[in-house]
Structures are given as C-alpha cells and as structure tokens.
C-alpha cells in the first residue's frame, strides 16, 4: 500500500470506560507515548493525538516531547525526536477533528477501534481497500482503560473488528493494538 500523508491516530484518555463501563479519564502512560510515537511514525500517520482533558496531564506529555525533540534527548536520539515530531496533545476529542478539519479542509472520517465493539464491524480487509481508494482524510481512535465510550464510538464512520488471536484472551495494550492494527491497515 503506498503510504498516506492524511491518515491520524487519536489516543483517548477521556471519554473511556473502566472496568465498570463508568465513564472516566486515564492517566497517560510514559510508554504509550513513546511505543504509539513510533508506530505512528512508522506507519506514515500524519498526527498522533494524545487527548487528556487533565492540564497536569497534559503539562507532563508536554515536557516529555520537549525533552525529545529539543533536550538532551534530542541529540541522544534522533529518531525519536523524528517520532515525536508528529505528536499532538489535545484537551479534548474535538479539538482533534478541529484540527485536521483546519489543516485538510474537511471533516476527517472517524474509525474506532476496540476489543468489544458491539456494532456493525468492518474488517480490517475492508477498511484496507477503503483506505487505498478514499482521499479523505482518516482519524483512527484508540481508546485506553476498558475502551471508548459511547458517545465517541457514537460519531464513527466505521468500527473497525476488534484484533483477535488464537486465544479467547482478548485484552491487549494499546500499544499492541495500535502496532497490529496499523500493520494490518498500512503495512505491506
């Protein structure tokens, strides 16, 4: 598949689920940052949102990135502070879609993931081919904690099927996921 320069990822931290389908906000994980950075990156997204509604949050995503692409980090690796060059951090979801909307002209279309999605489900086969043949621009969003809340899988374009094994253990990280459904949607 040849690379596309409109593709975004989106990390939510707020609007999700715990455990008890309460809704909540997470904390942002060190690793995410840096695992989902490199992912992205790997796999040309454009952007990779973090989104935290928590100013202290989002001050710390902050000084993380900073030490990456301007510190002493940045010229101990220059690969990551090239990863980090496409992360974003937002208050809030819709930020994200102002964003891209602003940057591309137009709305981009939403596909959320999530291990139990309980709707009508694409398949990353599917989603693969839409992707190869739609100029629009796209915003994939992960969900942290026990997956998105309704009111942000609500918006969706398109669900996309849940990353199954060989198991009925079915509850990876994020940055798994992210790997595999990247890899799925635009790796070779």
Same mark, same amino acid.
């Given at each position: 598949?040849?690379?596309?320069?409109?593709?975004? !990822? $989106?990390?939510?931290?707020?609007?999700?689920?715990?455990?008890?389908?309460? =809704? #909540? +906000?997470?904390?942002? @994980?060190?690793?995410?940052?840096?695992? !989902? $950075?490199?992912?992205?990156?790997?796999?040309?997204?454009?952007?990779?949102? =973090? #989104? +935290?509604?928590?100013? @202290?949050?989002?001050?710390?995503?902050?000084?993380?990135?900073?030490?990456?692409?301007?510190?002493?980090?940045?010229?101990?690796?220059?690969?990551?502070?090239? @990863?980090?060059?496409?992360?974003?951090?937002?208050?809030?979801?819709?930020?994200?879609?102002?964003?891209?909307?602003?940057?591309?002209?137009?709305?981009?279309?939403?596909?959320?993931?999530?291990?139990?999605?309980?709707?009508?489900?694409?398949?990353?086969?599917?989603?693969?081919?839409?992707?190869?043949?739609?100029?629009?621009?796209?915003?994939?969003?992960?969900?942290?904690?026990?997956?998105?809340?309704?009111?942000?899988?609500?918006?969706?374009?398109?669900?996309?099927?849940?990353?199954?094994?060989?198991?009925?253990?079915?509850?990876?990280?994020?940055?798994?996921?992210?790997?595999?459904?990247?890899?799925?949607?635009?790796?070779?």
């Amino acid at each position: 598949m040849i690379p596309r320069s409109d593709c975004c !990822i $989106a990390l939510l931290h707020y609007p999700v689920f715990n455990k008890h389908r309460n =809704i #909540v +906000t997470t904390a942002v @994980a060190n690793m995410d940052i840096h695992d !989902i $950075a490199r992912v992205a990156r790997t796999y040309g997204m454009q952007r990779f949102y =973090i #989104v +935290t509604p928590v100013e @202290a949050q989002r001050v710390l995503v902050q000084s993380i990135l900073d030490h990456w692409q301007q510190g002493y980090g940045a010229a101990y690796n220059p690969s990551r502070q090239e @990863a980090f060059e496409h992360v974003c951090v937002k208050e809030d979801f819709a930020m994200v879609g102002s964003d891209i909307e602003a940057f591309w002209g137009r709305r981009p279309r939403l596909v959320v993931t999530g291990a139990s999605l309980d709707r009508s489900l694409i398949s990353f086969k599917e989603m693969k081919s839409i992707l190869e043949k739609d100029d629009h621009p796209y915003l994939i969003v992960f969900g942290t904690g026990w997956g998105l809340a309704d009111e942000v899988v609500d918006q969706a374009d398109y669900c996309l099927e849940p990353v199954r094994g060989r198991t009925d253990y079915n509850h990876l990280s994020v940055r798994s996921a992210t790997a595999v459904i990247l890899d799925r949607l635009f790796g070779e």
